[in-house]
């Protein structure tokens, strides 16, 4: 065993004697083994083949630093038989032969890298023996040269104190030079016009003359410059107080004078006045502009020369001023604000009289781009003189020009709205007039819609303009947030449907016995077109607005049921109006006919009266005209004998008792009794009953007015026996067509009775016709 435990080592390297000693052999072997490990950046326990973490003291642990073969083949033949034993050298010699093939194989795949290593190193050695050969002369020529410099320093030490001397001499001749010749230097330049240049020679020698004007060579030059430097500040003042000159070249005066020691107080005051001057003249040339002749240049033209001139030249007069008087401090900044407020104040009041000479046009695009141009060129005096407030009093013209527009569109959509009534009303005349037929309701109702929603639609897209992105005030809180919800939505689309609901029901208010000049049909017509905004137009007009004006303010708006609900009750009270209008029209042809008519002695009738054919047409008229814009609406369920109950009624036993002769006023049993008890047990008649909006509502309530004036004309009157008759022939022919036109045919019924009751109670013989002879008289007629 012991022979075997020595022989699973490997032989002696290359490099080994084979008279080493033995124990640094497995030494070595634990060396290449970490070399490798390194290499393959395996841990401990990873080389092994097993878990890490075993002690790192262990003897018996083969890759351990502490391992001892004796010990461990101690351990092996006392725990191990011989089998095991046996195997376990056999793993161990493969291991073995493993790690000497990975070690050749190590060698072999950086063969090439250790030879260029090598190489490497041969080269070095040898540029390092060149390199320090040129070191060392390096370092010779060093010491040769610093022996030399000393030796040179050394030999003109003396003549290196009188050079520095001489250089300092001649300097200050240089100086002294220059200030005898300064005289005549700044006379030279005053001639020149180079007064830049003689301000900054004056700079030059002023401390100079002032420390040294004791002298009296010194004082003399003082002197005469002083006599030139004031001819000099008599030329710039006089230069700068004739103006031909821009804002730079007065400014460039300025800056000389300052320089020349002229008070700045009073440079100030010039300055100003001077640039007063020049940006008068601008705002003169813009006011000369807006005069009767010649005529004025477009809105656009007009800012873009207030902003070239006036605003260009207050932007240079104000940042020359900065920079020439910033040690005015905080008196000159206000000097400086008060000039600008002031003359931007009369700029501002011309640019909104030339605004509001363009009020009255409808294209806002070339509005909305001179108000943009007018408020980009503010900006730049807005951000220089913040104190004068000009950029702020720009966006107030800007946003007082955009609330005079919407007013002006508001008012273009009423009269728009306007203009779409009287070319109804022209509509409805014309084919009267002309005897030939007009267009109908629903083609007028649709052109009167459309052209709302369109002159809404134009109005909406030239306000956006105000709000685009490109524009530069559109960022401001106003035109996010004011502008697009109590402008734009409120003041003008929700202002426009009140006025068109406060326009529609004006119609309604109009005097006259007729409904003055208003045609029914107009006021039909309104009553459907404010019903179509109640149900869709309304909500679909809102939609749209918000959707183009994205809101940004919370402030509350007007819902759209408190809009829908105003047109309604518009609509309502307009179609009301009419039923009272066509009923009052039919009412006075009833009321003339019954009024003139001589009822005590007329004739024994043989035909229906004309006005009672007249009613029966205009009935059906106004049922044609009502049923092209409103649908039918519920009746009652109508009897089979609708056509003939009035007449039943009229001639029933019970009419007939009524008029016997057993019932004059000298029987016991008063008729005007019967007649009141009768109406108790009665339904009574709303005559002035809401109007539902649709044609049978309608034609009901007309029908209702009308009968109701018959009624009571007849309760006015006195009959004969003839009299009696006519009436009861009339109401039976206005009951063979009226029926048809209402909601319950009772209705009729009631009010036809009534009258024929009413003529009977007021007739001295009240001897009724032969229904037989009705019916012919009414089949005739």
Not at 116 to 134: P, Q
Not at 261 to 278: M, S, V
Not at 565 to 586: D, F, S
Request: proline share 5%.
């Amino acid at each position: 065993m012991a022979a075997a435990a020595g022989g699973l080592g490997p032989g002696p390297g290359p490099g080994d004697s084979p008279e080493g000693p033995e124990p640094e052999a497995p030494e070595r072997r634990r060396k290449a083994h970490g070399m490798l490990k390194l290499y393959y950046g395996l841990s401990e326990g990873e080389a092994a083949g097993r878990p890490a973490g075993p002690d790192p003291l262990d003897p018996i642990d083969l890759n351990g630093a502490h391992f001892d073969p004796e010990v461990y083949l101690d351990k092996l033949r006392r725990e191990c038989p011989l089998a095991q034993l046996m195997d376990s050298e056999t793993d161990m010699v493969r291991q073995i032969r493993a790690l000497d093939s990975d070690m050749q194989t190590l060698v072999y795949e950086n063969y090439n890298k250790f030879i260029s290593a090598t190489d490497t190193i041969r080269k070095m050695k040898n540029d390092f023996r060149k390199m320090e050969d040129e070191m060392d002369r390096l370092a010779n020529n060093m010491a040769v040269i610093t022996d030399f410099s000393a030796r040179i320093s050394a030999t003109l030490q003396d003549r290196h104190e009188r050079i520095t001397k001489l250089a300092g001499a001649h300097a200050l001749l240089r100086k002294l030079q220059f200030l005898f010749e300064l005289p005549s230097r700044l006379t030279k330049c005053v001639e020149l016009g180079a007064y830049g240049q003689a301000v900054r020679y004056q700079g030059r020698a002023r401390a100079v003359l002032q420390q040294y004007q004791h002298l009296p060579s010194f004082r003399a030059i003082q002197d005469d410059c002083q006599v030139i430097t004031a001819r000099l500040a008599q030329q710039l003042r006089q230069r700068f107080r004739e103006g031909g000159s821009g804002a730079p070249e007065q400014a460039e005066c300025v800056e000389l004078l300052l320089a020349l020691g002229e008070p700045a107080e009073e440079l100030c005051e010039e300055f100003l006045a001077h640039a007063r001057g020049r940006l008068e003249d601008e705002l003169r040339s813009l006011e000369a502009e807006l005069g009767p002749s010649p005529p004025a240049p477009d809105i656009l033209e007009f800012t873009d020369h207030g902003g070239s001139g006036f605003v260009g030249g207050l932007c240079q007069v104000a940042t020359a001023y900065q920079e020439l008087f910033a040690a005015q401090g905080p008196a000159g900044a206000e000097k400086l604000a008060a000039f600008a407020h002031e003359l931007g104040g009369r700029y501002f009041a011309l640019v909104e009289q030339r605004l509001a000479q363009e009020q009255g046009g409808g294209d806002n695009s070339l509005l909305v781009r001179a108000l943009d141009r007018f408020h980009r060129r503010l900006r730049a005096p807005g951000a220089l003189l913040a104190a004068a407030g000009l950029a702020e009093a720009a966006t107030e013209i800007v946003e007082r020009v955009a609330r005079e527009r919407l007013g002006h569109h508001l008012q273009g959509l009423r009269a728009a709205f306007l203009g779409c009534l009287t070319d109804v009303r022209q509509a409805l005349a014309a084919p009267r007039l002309a005897g030939k037929e007009g267009p109908g309701l629903a083609e007028l109702l649709a052109n009167v819609a459309s052209s709302v929603l369109s002159h809404i639609k134009a109005s909406l897209a030239a306000v956006h303009l105000f709000t685009a992105k490109e524009v530069s005030f559109s960022n401001k809180p106003y035109f996010r947030g004011e502008f697009c919800s109590q402008g734009v939505r409120e003041g003008l689309i929700v202002g426009f449907i009140r006025s068109m609901c406060q326009t529609a029901q004006s119609f309604c208010d109009s005097p006259g016995e007729k409904g003055g000049a208003t045609p029914p049909a107009l006021l039909l017509l309104l009553s459907r077109l404010c019903l179509d905004y109640e149900t869709a137009t309304i909500s679909y007009i809102l939609t749209l607005t918000d959707e183009q004006f994205l809101v940004q303010d919370q402030s509350p708006v007007t819902p759209v049921s408190t809009l829908c609900a105003e047109a309604r009750e518009t609509a309502r009270r307009l179609l009301t109006h009419y039923v009272k209008v066509q009923g009052l029209v039919i009412s006075q042809m009833l009321r003339k006919s019954v009024e003139t008519r001589d009822w005590l002695s007329t004739l024994e009738p043989r035909n229906v009266r004309a006005v009672m054919k007249r009613v029966v047409e205009d009935t059906t008229a106004i049922d044609v005209q009502v049923g092209l814009l409103y649908e039918e609406g519920v009746r009652k369920a109508q009897s089979s004998d609708s056509s003939k109950r009035t007449f039943s009624v009229y001639s029933s036993s019970r009419q007939q008792g009524r008029y016997a002769p057993s019932y004059t006023p000298s029987a016991p049993m008063d008729t005007n009794l019967l007649s009141n008890i009768q109406k108790l047990f009665s339904e009574r008649i709303d005559v002035f009953s809401p109007v539902e909006f649709n044609k049978v509502s309608v034609l009901t309530g007309i029908i209702k007015i009308s009968l109701k004036t018959l009624l009571e004309c007849v309760r006015l009157r006195t009959f004969g026996r003839f009299g009696l008759q006519q009436v009861q022939v009339d109401c039976h022919f206005l009951q063979l067509y009226l029926w048809r036109f209402v909601a319950d045919e009772e209705l009729v019924h009631l009010l036809l009775d009534e009258v024929v009751a009413s003529a009977a109670l007021r007739c001295p013989d009240p001897v009724p016709m032969e229904p037989s002879v009705v019916e012919v008289i009414c089949e005739r007629g």
